[in-house]
């Protein structure tokens, strides 16, 4: 049924349509006063005149399953619910009516990919109203966001230069491991789990291609910060600062020893490892002592400075002569901070007037371009 064919086709079919309603209005008719047998084979009638009209169309035109199955789908609805049957699995025929269409689709066009997408979350649902009432909803919630993983990594499969379909793949995929582990595994432990898999892309794209160095950043970020949750399992109270600080160095540290030029990753790692000394010498020495309160703010600087310190030493590798400033200047207010405790207005006072001086007697030590001449 092509061209002129089909427009009769259609032109009878609303004349039809329009005529019922009319006589519906007019009173000649009354279709509220008919039997739900009678609506049964109503809907199937028109659900087999439209299956009818796809076939004679071209099964290419598979748009037209829409009305067919959709109608069929209600007359069978229908007939379960005149014979009593309850539940939500009821719904399922009118569902997979939606669906079927966009799989046809698919067949006959195998480059209409997307049309895979609708087809299976309409299919993953209709057996979601199936199991309703017999299946527990966390099972059911974990299953469905894994069935809509499913049509994303086929996407993948057929052609494996749509990376992007990889990613709600594996979104779906660990949410619903989450959603099947809520209700038995620590929350603690589900944290881990979902920031570990946030990490674990990042790190694909590393050993895919290890030029890109740059992913690594957020897959040894976010995979440390994923182990905080467990060791709040472990460890508590200034244990947990203590062990989150080391983390954060450690990480840092495996990226300024693994690789060259990443010099800069010292700084971030000694900073991290000096607040860590810190939070240990807390813990250990008596906290209603002030004069502690100075050692471990001397300790923090020193820290920071022999940091900086250690940059300096690498000045012949690296472009890291100016390290010597920061270093000498948080060396200095390091030991002054253990000397005066808990004074700090003194501290700083020294402090300050020892890096002036310093400042002025380097500008008059410093030779002129001129004199280097």
């Not at 600087?301 to 022999?306: A, Q, R």
Request: glycine share 10%; net charge positive.
């Amino acid at each position: 049924m092509k061209g002129k064919g089909s427009s009769i086709f259609w032109g009878i079919l609303f004349i039809l349509a329009g005529v019922a309603l009319l006589a519906d209005l007019m009173g000649w008719v009354n279709f509220s006063l008919l039997s739900t047998n009678t609506w049964v084979y109503i809907f199937a009638a028109a659900g087999l005149i439209f299956l009818v009209a796809y076939f004679v169309s071209g099964i290419r035109n598979w748009g037209m399953l829409f009305p067919a199955l959709i109608f069929l789908a209600i007359s069978l609805t229908i007939w379960f619910s005149d014979r009593g049957e309850v539940g939500s699995w009821i719904g399922m025929p009118v569902l997979l009516s939606v669906a079927i269409p966009f799989y046809v689709g698919f067949l006959l066009d195998r480059k209409a990919w997307a049309l895979l997408i609708p087809a299976w979350v309409l299919t993953v649902i209709s057996f979601v109203t199936l199991t309703a009432e017999t299946n527990n909803g966390t099972l059911i919630g974990g299953l469905f966001l894994y069935a809509v993983a499913a049509p994303f990594l086929i996407v993948f499969l057929m052609n494996r230069t749509r990376l992007w379909a990889l990613i709600p793949a594996w979104v779906m995929f660990i949410l619903g491991t989450i959603t099947l582990l809520a209700d038995h595994v620590n929350g603690n432990l589900i944290g881990a789990l979902f920031l570990y898999a946030v990490a674990l892309p990042f790190l694909l794209v590393y050993l895919l291609d290890r030029n890109r160095r740059w992913a690594l950043i957020p897959a040894v970020a976010v995979a440390f910060v994923g182990t905080i949750p467990l060791l709040e399992g472990v460890v508590g109270g200034d244990w947990m600062g203590l062990a989150v600080m080391l983390l954060f160095s450690a990480a840092f540290f495996i990226v300024y020893f693994r690789w060259q030029n990443t010099w800069w990753a010292l700084i971030p790692a000694g900073i991290f490892a000096s607040i860590a000394a810190v939070v240990l010498l807390s813990m250990i020495v008596p906290e209603n002592q002030p004069i502690f309160q100075g050692i471990l703010t001397g300790v923090l600087l020193l820290g920071f400075g022999l940091t900086f310190g250690g940059l300096w030493l690498q000045r012949q590798k690296y472009p890291t002569a100016w390290a010597r400033y920061p270093a000498i200047g948080l060396l200095v207010a390091g030991v002054l901070a253990c000397f005066f405790g808990s004074n700090n207005n003194l501290f700083w006072a020294i402090a300050l007037l020892a890096g002036g001086v310093v400042l002025v007697v380097y500008s008059f030590l410093r030779r002129k371009p001129s004199d280097q001449a």
